[in-house]
């Protein structure tokens, strides 16, 4: 019933399917719902006036209707609840877009659902090759990685390459192998498994570098798809309630596309852009830069120093527990300071992905010697999963910002136990201690290793269980944190983490007009019922991007 009130409210025909360009030209009057603002000393209000970019006033509805211009468009959130504009502080924006243009596994929830899925796309696209990704088996109840066999039998004679949803790992059909070359005899690249059969034979699951090997049997994404893939997925983090995003590990061509794309009109959430060392030249020769459209920015650069968690790649001060092993390191350290330096000089931000304990160690220390001194440069690590105790202050004195993500700990809870064993647990997904030791948290997704989607954040962040609501005994539930810090850790601080906490982050007069609105208030129901909370409206720089 809200949604169709609040459509009819919006517009004649429906607001989302009119081209951006013809956004209404005067004051947006929203008000109707609790309006949480974000702001400690004034939590909540009546009504947002908006006029062009910025927000006008924030406080009662009579007062911000004789402050209205003679042309306001009035929006009555009918019940649904507004918050300052969501922002997914760490995302992969090309990569979100290209899980929608093909085959999007996210979902599927079986091998049986995931052979029914293969052999749908197959039956619609009858040309090429099938690529997809987004699977991830952890909890399928057949407790195997998909097979060859399940690829051939839902696709016969096709090649299909399906990559897991974190990136480390696909399987391929026998006709993607056979085009590949891999046999019994073929010999697995360093930091690579080729996992075989019972049959001594190639089974399909290629993990981590051995997915290189099939890298040739899908074409590269066309200029055309990437575009596409960039659209879509700006379209679609609008219809789910983000304002923006921090794009992370950008490649330069990705960039120049984003941009263009955006000077067409093409493209309306904010996007703060952390470049691949391989299009990294333009930051670091020039800094931080800012498009026309204001939307697009880059801020620096992404690293990483370890893998990850599940495939035993996060760089551990001891042992794993159920495995050999301390972890990988992923950059020599003369390079990271390099390229630190580089950045600094700059101000340009670093952002340094790093998921184990000794891989937060090493990154405070490189960033500690980088930064020698200034504690203002707000660089960022990535993940920051597993962190020692005596290293916890050190981001605080540091001014260094953690960006984790909350639904990596939901999932990651089942098999952490295993990895790093009971007395090193609390050193993990330690939200609160961070927030309580004075460090910046800002919330983020990682999609599309995750979905992507600001109530699976909030969700995972307030409550610590399971999509399907499970939570062990030693999940540590005391790090889940209030309503209030989540709100916070998926608005302000991301604004924090990107420079732009004076204009962006809150609702206040005087800042951008980005805001975000649920057909439900997530800062009091049940946790459950924040998973289907519906959102109704986004608004970006002060135009509608999304509303329904
Ligand atoms: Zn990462
Ligand atoms: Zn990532």
């Known amino acids: 019933m809200r949604r169709l009130a609040l459509a009819a409210l919006l517009a004649v025909t429906s607001l989302s399917t009119i081209p951006f360009s013809m956004a209404w030209a005067g004051d947006l009057l929203i008000h109707g719902g609790p309006i949480h603002t974000g702001v400690d000393a004034a939590p909540t209000a009546q009504a947002v006036l908006i006029r062009d970019d910025k927000i006008l006033f924030v406080g009662d509805l009579a007062a911000a209707k004789a402050k209205a211009a003679k042309d306001v468009r009035d929006i009555d959130l009918k019940g649904a609840a507004a918050y300052p504009g969501f922002v997914d502080a760490h995302a992969h924006l090309t990569g979100i877009g290209l899980r929608e243009l093909t085959l999007n596994l996210d979902q ?58 974190d990136g480390h790992a696909s399987v391929a059909s026998s006709a993607a192998l056979a085009k590949a070359g891999i046999t019994a005899a073929t010999p697995a690249p360093a930091g690579g498994q080729i996992l075989k059969g019972a049959d001594g034979q190639p089974d399909g699951m290629l993990i981590d570098h051995a997915q290189s090997l099939v890298k040739d049997v899908i074409p590269p994404p066309s200029e055309t798809l990437k575009r596409e893939a960039l659209r879509k997925a700006g379209q679609l983090y609008a219809s789910r309630g983000w304002t923006g995003l921090g794009n992370m590990s950008v490649m330069a061509d990705d960039l120049a596309l984003l941009r263009d794309e955006a000077a067409k009109g093409a493209f309306h959430i904010r996007v703060d852009n952390y470049m691949d060392p391989s299009g990294a030249a333009e930051v670091l020769a020039k800094g931080p830069q800012t498009d026309a459209t204001g939307l697009i920015r880059v801020r620096g650069i992404k690293l990483y120093m370890d893998g990850a968690l599940g495939s035993r790649g996060a760089a551990l001060l001891e042992p794993y527990s159920d495995a050999e092993g301390l972890g990988l390191q992923l950059t020599q350290r003369d390079q990271g300071l390099a390229l630190m330096k580089k950045a600094k000089a700059v101000s340009a931000q670093v952002a340094m992905h790093a998921i184990g304990d000794r891989g937060n160690r090493m990154t405070l220390d490189w960033f500690e010697e980088a930064l020698a001194g200034d504690t203002k440069a707000r660089w960022r690590i990535e993940h920051a999963q597993i962190v020692a105790d005596t290293d916890l202050p050190r981001f605080a004195k540091l001014g260094v910002i953690a960006s984790m993500q909350p639904s990596h700990a939901i999932g990651d809870l089942y098999f952490a136990p295993a990895r790093l064993g009971k007395d090193r647990l609390h050193e993990g997904y330690r939200w609160n201690d961070f927030l309580k030791a004075g460090v910046v948290v800002a919330a983020g997704s990682d999609a599309p290793v995750e979905v992507g989607d600001p109530r699976i954040e909030f969700y995972a962040a307030v409550y610590r269980h399971s999509l399907d609501g499970f939570a062990n005994a030693d999940w540590h539930l005391e790090e889940a944190v209030t309503r209030a810090e989540a709100l916070k850790m998926l608005t302000l601080a991301p604004a924090y983490a990107a420079f732009r906490e004076k204009e962006l982050g809150t609702l206040e007069a005087g800042k951008k007009a980005d805001l975000t609105a649920f057909d439900q208030d997530l800062m009091t129901i049940e946790p459950k019922a924040i998973l289907t909370a519906q959102p109704v409206l986004t608004v970006v720089d002060g135009k509608v991007a999304f509303a329904r």
């Not at 099938?130 to 990685?145: A, D, L, M, Q, V």
């Open 108 to 165: 599927v929830k079986s091998v049986a659902e995931l052979v029914a899925a293969v052999k749908a796309y197959a039956a619609a696209h009858p040309e090429g090759a099938i690529y997809g990704r987004g699977w991830i088996e952890t909890h399928w109840p057949e407790k195997r990685f998909p097979t060859k066999a399940d690829l051939d039998a839902a696709a016969p004679g096709r090649i299909v390459v399906l990559g897991r949803s």
